[in-house]
């Protein structure tokens, strides 16, 4: 794993080197990019399975914009990332969120897995990590990032490395020990079983490594810092 915590390019090029070689000839890397409405459609990780968050992902990934099918009801996770690329879809989402100062970012129904509450907690904090260019998101997605290395296990997710940009950001501005674990413990679980991340992980470590490199957060620099 990264050593440097003062260097957010050496975590970037770890997430590159392990996403690259997975999503190789494809628009996201070195693929043709009129291919990118194909790609996007078409899109299965290895088990054939296709999520209602992989469209959005994918949109914001390839740089493409359009409407969404409406969806009743709609994940605050799924809402996130549809407003990341069509600028309005995450608008309640995100309100809700930030009437709390602290703690998750969804509630918890008891009739829900611990593990689908969590990767929807996790995806929810990745997607709030491109929103955080507004101050008030900032300070939300930093108390969540502490909340979630204080409260959950990141063996509790479903083996899809959600926002481990955000623990490696929160590692290098207040050299959390605890983040960069929870972030090396994501990234590692999304390759134990094969060696390498599925398809969908990989790009999830792609936007991260894109994030890192955007945004270049600095020890004692906000999350959303450039």
Known sequence: MANDRSNPAAWATLLCRLAEPVLADTP????????????IDAFRDEQGHRREIDRPVLMHLLGARGAYAPLDPVSPDVALWRGIT?????????????TRRDGPLTEFAPDLAIEIWTETELACLHALSH???????NERLRAAARWHVAE??????TNHPWA??????????????????HAETLIENARVATGHPDRFSACLMLDSARWLERHAPRSGADLGSA
């Open 28 to 39: 996201l890397v070195g693929g043709e990019a009129d291919e990118a409405v194909t790609f």
């Open 152 to 157: 959950l296990q990141p063996d509790n997710a």
């Open 164 to 181: 481990s940009h955000v623990f490696v950001a929160a590692w290098i501005e207040r050299g959390d020990a605890e983040a960069r674990l």
């Open 131 to 137: 929103y955080a260019d507004r101050p008030a998101v």
């Open 86 to 98: 069509d600028g309005v879809s995450g608008d309640a989402a995100l309100s809700r969120m930030l």
